[in-house]
């Protein structure tokens, strides 16, 4: 089986127990996370081989960052090393009418000086199907950007299919215009994964105000119309929208539907009762690489990535433990919640 | 007053915390469980006098299960020394979409060789009201389901109630045919308690295909025909349908309906967020058990029964420690949720 | 900025973890709180400055009290030692259908002895704005009744105004009647809390029955007559109504209603998944208090107060750890429960 | 087998997790304890027949308390109910050369308050062997000091052995001098344990100033003149000194001597690392009484006991779970610390 | 590299927390291990490529297992997927004079049931150094047995180094006699560990009585004798022992010999405090197994593989976290115990 | 009471539980802590007023650093805010033959941006007896140092006592050599702190070879030597050298001199079994500055400080939490390890 290769940098994440605030708690449950990584995860959980690649620095939280990898299945072998830190993130879990709050601290990190000839990039796409970026990575420093752009590029060159999330984090684009870059890397993806929020407020792609219903999603229609836009101006095959309505923190509605090949496919919308709601679009983008590697036609992709996206709410730090069984149960609309003994 | 004699197997339980996954966590939260077990452990947190019956290694894991069943009151003087192992359980809390996962390892306990030559029987139904057996210690080995049988015999003998919840686990009866078993001891049950599915699939009992509403509940009707059936069928007094309907992990309707004499006696149906769901049918019989033993009507049977279920749903572990007049409140259907002080 | 003063207890909060029944758990979490403390905790995260006043023992765990009261940036310089035990109460959350318990140890500590010649008062009303008392405080002894009175009679003779909730706890009223001590201090009290089951319990102010919706809420022209009763007959300029309607153990709808001069103003009712509903009224107060130093109009007060309580749902232990800007986005109704990043 | 009695009182134990100071810490571990309860939990894990005499107030956490000695085999069946509240007490754990710290609450606990007629002494010394007394229960009350009085008077009068710790805290004894109410129940002790240095404060019985050695320690001429004059004096045929050498709070010697009918006999001094030495003493008061049940010689019953107490010291919390096999392979000189598996 | 390959079974080990006994905890920290997956897992933190041969059921907890081995780098790609359990064992740490405990759990595990033709040996041989087994996996089942002897003949058949610790465990032994079985594989066996203690009593090897040391230990003239004696008799080149004078079961003297050759080599004697004691033989092999493999000279192969069991005490859970030079750095005997920061 | 003020960047310390490593724990143990600052709360807990000059961010970490201070009693007034991120290290604590580890992540905090200009040296010198500063912060950055060296100039200037201990940490030492710096600064300094191996090694001062004891401890006379020449050279009026004999990472040997106006007095030497060793130099200094602001005499000094210093070894993460009398009990050698209740 041919494997899926992720670029990005990996986070030390630091998640307050429970429902504490970081201001109350003396401990910390810690995990290792990043955008291209959990979708790696995903993947591997599947059964999916998976390499992914960053840089870190050599010291024993990096280690441990690797081992964690290791422990889910990732391929750790185009690991450079280098850089003097590693990225941390504070979190704590919001509930109710209360946010969840992430302070990020991810100011230069190995990968924020990773380059190009860092990497032995016959080794990462030797037998490779697929690779996974985001949003994230390039905005962390111009050489990230440039690395990424830069692995995107040798990717198309190399027939080997490119997933983006773009994954807009406002607060980490500093140096660059993120339009301006996501512009220039666009013309590299097959397949790009947004919301309509980021479509309007980043590529000023948007539907018609009538589209919005009133608990102020954007409808079926309104959807097709940004996804079309977005494929027809931008170049990717598949254009994904993933779709939430926040009830309050604890309560959320979500689903999604992808454009492919010019035509709309709708999911269900589920409603969710939160356990952990980060990563359930690197789970939903996991779903859309497993769907295409297996074949899927484009309805049960939209079915099996959504499912993949629903169940990681139930899941507890970021990297999304459903074996392709379990999504498909959910994604075929059996029975759940039963108890498995 | 007079006790209440329960027959089964212990289990170490072993449970991922919060809602991680097996493969997440590096600890786990330990109680000791057993569907008998809980029924006596519910019935001795409301003050009703108890013996298990058991066999257990000679352990210091199995002397914790032992002082654990102490803790909650249950008498333990019957518990009988043999076989080289107690049984294990790993679970793993579901949530949302995800259901929760039990591994079982039940293989060669010191049950699966107990003989009814191990115990004390006059000593164990001396001053006994009723004996609690369930469909999952004959399912574990044929010594286990000898011993069953030979207890519920002896049980008629002497005048006990026995009380028995089929409690099917398809992943453990592997010897023989759970139907078989059933009819051959289901003369000498007093009082019986299944699902509807259960009834289908195990004794081949089933309403008319319209009976079932649309959320897929069978309705009050197609209850009292499968209870009815059942009772007329193999002759216990007592046949009582517990009725779930799945939400998700995180929410249930629960509800249940007993046929006394023939006649059919119906709870509320409860919305249910839930903390711990294992052990409400469980709850549910010592709530039937308890009433019978102070003379409650039918109907009152029913919610009080209900509502020991119900409030198991919210207690973390599989024993309810929820005492009499806690469950007669709610079944009474007054105020709850507020906090008392 | 003017300070806020608070007169009452400290407890030592013994919370079994999670779910966890008193009986079912090994380790506590510890908090210390107490309904006036909680009060001046939500202004001191609002950055009001605040002076706790109570009488608390020379022991160590009276030392960590006082350090919590620091962390949250309480002044403490007021405390007085004295007595020989500190309050203790044992705590067990409930949840679905199972109601929370509180097992309460408030006999005979520091507080219960002590006298207004402990104190400063001159210090202590230095550059006060109000003074936040309630009616847990003089429930716990004579010696702790009548220096609650001399605190209010003080702040009135300096102008600094007294906000009062009743925190009406039956089983700590021993040794006289709540009603008779209320109508003692009313005449010094200018904002008063209480909710309508109280009003009629214990100051026999009642609205027609007709009134009261179908849920068992009283609606909202019952919330006017019985807080325009409670502001004309007793003098408060403010009467403030905390409205719950409790679902279960796990869910709420909460809001609340303010008379002011006597004119009504009413909150949204919000719909609340409950992580910590205890100290809900108590940042209800804080938030009364902070609106009215800062010169909100009432409809502004009335939001941003009853914002400041449904965000406490969401907050584990007593304190409500929410600043001014997120309560005040609650109230202005934008956008909850996404993750801030 | 005959039971031994215990009369005293329940403390829920509030420890500080690790080596973490009051002040640091936000969770407890609780446990549930009492000088006379140690000592008949230490006899119920060595298979003694045990019967725990107390009065508990009926809430919750005296529940807790109750299930817990159950949970240790200790019978609970004459445990009155009354008084408001029961004792707690905070520990911090000492290392190095920092002193372990008690902050006790005992004050007004539902045993100050117990009288001799609360209890049913007939049942209580039904089939009894011995009963357990301390110094402690009498300091906390008059009524405590008269019910244990009256308790040991019983014992005597029934021919039920009487052992009793003097357990001195300074901090207890408020109302009334130790001296003259231990002279007061001394006729009635069989069995009495002390250390020199409370033998001299309190009962004024001393060894010359030649007899210490350069350690501080009393040597074992000094130990048996000390025994001998109390023995001599009071009357009890056996009285026990305990020896320890506090090298730090994490190391220790430790060791017991005992004056039996006027014979002295000496255990060997262990070096010990200390994980829990509360309730050595207890421990080793367990050894002597299941020495003297067993009918083991003098010489055997100072090594068993001392055995007893040594092991205590490494067992968290109070309760010694060591068997009696365990202590006797420790005091006979075999082999320890390996492995067992 | 080439890699070191290891045979044996998993275990799922499950460990009362801190000093707690198991009828204290109600949590356990879980961790994998295995005396052969410990030497390599120790191997692998030295940056030695390894691969675990074993057989393991197809369940979630398996799973676990095989994440765990991942985590650490261990190669998985042979482990067989079979039979229905997965061994379990319950661990107590002992302290000071109390010894620490397992309750093995290790009947019929997917080793138990494995057969030489579950493994594909071209794949597991394939450029492989050296082979890992112990006295452990063969005591297991008589297929573990013939497996386990398959294996070392396959291995001395393609010139791979077969490293085997005798590992006497007298509880697992229950099929076979221990001596005959080694007697069967030792002609297959290149390094060969063992104590002198399992010398005698298994293989009837000892030294005259004037070797032992006041203390018990046997002098290095006698460890000489034995390893000798050893090597003549069955054959390997390389034969260990490993010495401990067990203080207590917090502190503990601990070093090796090794006998290469013919020649006897000594390392020091190092006090050690006990964090973990379990493993160390297991470290000490693959130190044994790293020297050899990077050359070492056999006074230097002695010092490193003893540094690496020390270092093993300090070290939670068995497997060895210790990077090689860290262990040189010990065994040149620099500096240690201060902060690297 | 004059104040005592510091100056330095504060850490978010992550402990992993226990003696895990980094590569195995999921939980972090969090506290915060800096040099300077664990002086300050040492002082603070000994009732001498503080006040904590640092520079933060706007974050939510950030704030719950401050919070931490304030529980500890120190005046946060004066902290500024600017910069993007907060300090960060990891720890894993030793123990037997291993070494404890740090990860330091000190880039670019607050502090390595901090200027004179964003602070009120007026208000943070107002009322101040004493300013702590040390070689850590220096280290940071140019800026950090330049503030440094300013600080310690105005405290001259306006005749606050300067005490600085020069914590050499050579990983942090990057920009600039340390030697250069601290002779610039030294002329400032009215009390320095350091340890012979740092005055070898950055000063240039040492003692002759044979002041060496066989356990490599410098002698008595080596120390005054030391001391004395660093007096001379550089002006101090006190020089302090601490001392220490690492046995291993669990057990030490520690104790100190002080070189005051050119006479050399000395502490015992104490051995330690340690619990948390890092600040014990920082408890030191602390007990050096309290010594001074209560005019103890150079050996009560000498001995007090030390006291403070061993008692940390005994406390948890970083502050010393050590009441002057129990400093004073321990320094004038009565007895200590007991249990005070």
Chains 1, 2, 3, 4, 5, 6 share one sequence.
Not at 5 to 13: E, H, N, Q, R, Y
Not at 213 to 235: F, H, M, P, T, W
Request: aromatic content about 10%; glycine content about 10%; charged content about 20%.
């Amino acid at each position: 089986m041919k494997k899926v290769v992720g670029l990005g940098d990996m986070i030390c994440g630091l998640n307050a127990p429970g429902y504490l605030k970081l201001i109350q708690t003396d401990r910390f449950d810690v995990f290792y996370t990043g955008a291209e990584a959990n979708v790696l995860a995903a993947l591997s959980y599947m059964n999916v081989p998976t390499d992914f690649v960053t840089r870190l620095p050599d010291n024993d939280i990096a280690k441990a960052a690797v081992a964690n990898l290791r422990k889910y299945g990732l391929g750790t072998s185009h690991i450079a090393t280098g850089g003097s830190r590693m990225a941390v993130m504070f979190v704590e879990t919001g509930a109710a009418q209360r946010s969840s709050k992430v302070v990020f601290d991810r100011y230069n990190t190995g990968v924020c000086g990773m380059k190009p000839s860092h990497f032995d990039w016959d080794g990462i796409f030797d037998n490779a199907d697929t690779i996974v970026i985001s949003g994230i990575t390039p905005a962390l420093s111009p050489d990230a950007a440039t690395t990424t752009l830069y692995a995107a590029e040798e990717a198309r060159k190399r027939g080997v299919f490119v997933s983006c999330d773009i994954n807009y984090r406002a607060s980490l684009w500093s140096y660059e215009d993120c339009r301006i870059y996501m512009e220039k890397i666009l013309p590299y993806i097959d397949q790009f994964i947004i919301n309509e929020d980021h479509a309007k407020k980043i590529l000023g792609v948007s539907a018609p105000g009538d589209c919005y219903q009133e608990n102020g999603l954007l409808n079926d229609d309104g959807c097709d119309i940004v996804a079309k836009e977005i494929s027809g101006r931008y170049g990717p095959g598949t254009v994904a929208l993933t779709r939430r309505l926040t009830i309050s923190a604890s309560d959320t509605v979500w689903g999604a539907m992808i454009c492919e090949n010019g035509r709309p496919y709708h999911s269900r919308m589920y409603s969710i009762h939160v356990v952990g709601r980060i990563g359930a679009g690197d789970a939903f983008a996991a779903g859309l690489i497993y769907s295409r590697m297996n074949g899927f036609d484009p309805q049960k992709k939209t079915d099996f990535a959504t499912a993949c996206g629903v169940l990681k709410h139930s899941i507890s730090m970021d990297f999304n433990l459903v074996s392709a069984s379990e999504a498909l149960e959910l994604a075929e609309n059996r029975d759940y919640g039963r108890v498995n003994r």
